[in-house]
């Protein structure tokens, strides 16, 4: 087998704190006979020093464009929009494969460039359970986020912090009304991440899964103070909250956060907004009479960069152990070409077969 190079390459996006592979978990990989080349990076959360200490190259931020070829470039979050052909194998959550905006355009790079997307949401066992997920730290970031601005206490910038320090602010201070809130998806990752967040803020979470919304009680839903969200729809279903819930004169709900996110998708749960929320205006105003202040900010885990970092990459690791072997990855690669056909892309130069 060719040694695996991975080349774990900057976050263009300036609020990424995170990384797929932390230190300690490049050592493994160094040990286990992988090339490791890890770019520079000043707002990653472990200091290139240490992976440089546990046997990895470095190199400048953004030099993954001219890596060697059969090097696979390793990141999270959304690529820069140059160069306009991608030749490598890339490893990162693309966002690509459900209609969302930009998404033809990008597997239009990886096709020009003959390059190949193997998206992190599709890395999955063969029963479809994602093997490696940022989910547990989403939600509980969503459902942090949800009390601070519930109690009045979310202030703007957001800043990276510990659990440590975003535990303590959660406590119920005197003079903190008790509120009701419902976590939809609670069975999942997120959705126990969520739970957990409430428990810790004091707040007894309703909890909601499959079959609480099969047929959705929209009364009931509306009746809780805050509401976090935890579906990430594989299929249409129909939307928890419509443009006319909102308006509805017996709304309670005040503070709405959607840890999915999937804004712009045919599949979203919650087609009652067209941006995002961030770090700079992290919740903004749907309602204002009664009002209603929505949190859907896309990487939340980057808000405890540490702490999800460690478990995603002990998740990781041994998928990317098995890098070139793994029936996991050549469903990944199955996926990426699937997206392309229904895309009607040509992939005509690809090399990654």
């Known amino acids: 087998m060719t040694e695996l190079h991975l080349?774990?390459?900057?976050?263009?996006?300036?609020?990424?704190?995170?990384t797929p592979v932390v230190p300690a978990d490049a050592r493994r990989l160094v040990a286990h006979g992988v090339r490791l080349t890890v770019e520079e990076s000043p707002q990653r959360i472990f200091p290139l020093e240490e992976y440089a200490a546990a046997g990895c190259g470095t190199a400048p931020a953004g030099s993954w464009v001219t890596a060697p070829p059969d090097a696979v470039v390793l990141g999270l979050k959304e690529l820069p929009g140059e160069p306009p052909a991608l030749t490598h194998r890339h490893i990162s959550f693309g966002h690509a494969y459900k209609g969302q905006p930009g998404a033809a355009d990008l597997l239009r790079r990886f096709a020009a460039g003959g390059g190949a997307l193997l998206d992190l949401e599709y890395l999955v066992d063969e029963h479809g359970r994602r093997l490696a997920a940022f989910g547990f730290w989403a939600g509980y970031l969503g459902a942090a986020l949800t009390v601070l601005?519930?109690?009045?206490?979310?202030?703007?910038?957001?800043?990276?912090?510990?659990?440590?320090?975003?535990?303590?602010?959660?406590?119920?201070?005197?003079?903190?009304?008790?509120?009701?809130?419902?976590?939809?998806?609670?069975?999942?990752?997120?959705?126990?991440?969520?739970?957990?967040?409430?428990?810790?803020?004091?707040?007894?979470?309703?909890?909601?899964?499959?079959?609480?919304?099969?047929?959705?009680?929209?009364?009931?839903?509306?009746?809780?103070?805050?509401?976090?969200?935890?579906?990430?729809?594989t299929a249409p279903v129909p939307p928890f909250l419509r443009e006319t819930d909102l308006d509805d004169p017996a709304r309670r709900l005040r503070t709405l956060c959607d840890v999915t996110c999937d804004v712009g998708s045919p599949l979203n749960v919650l087609p009652v907004y067209d941006r995002t929320t961030d770090w700079a205006a992290p919740a903004r105003r749907l309602r204002e009479d009664p009002p209603l202040d929505l949190i859907a900010i896309d990487n939340l885990p980057s808000l405890l960069p540490r702490e999800s970092s460690t478990d995603f990459s002990a998740a990781l690791l041994p998928e990317l152990l098995g890098f070139g072997t793994s029936a996991a990855w050549r469903r990944c690669l199955d996926r990426f070409h699937q997206a392309c056909r229904e895309l009607g892309i040509d992939e005509g130069r690809s090399r990654h077969d």
């Not at 080349?7 to 609020?15: G, Q, S, V």
């Open 149 to 233: 601005r519930h109690r009045g206490r979310l202030t703007a910038p957001l800043r990276p912090t510990g659990r440590e320090e975003l535990d303590a602010a959660l406590q119920r201070a005197a003079g903190d009304e008790e509120f009701t809130a419902l976590v939809i998806g609670a069975l999942g990752r997120s959705g126990r991440g969520a739970t957990a967040a409430l428990d810790t803020a004091g707040v007894t979470a309703t909890r909601w899964d499959l079959a609480e919304t099969r047929d959705l009680d929209r009364p009931a839903l509306l009746a809780h103070d805050a509401m976090v969200n935890c579906v990430l729809a």
């Open 7 to 18: 080349w774990l390459r900057h976050e263009a996006r300036t609020t990424e704190r995170r």
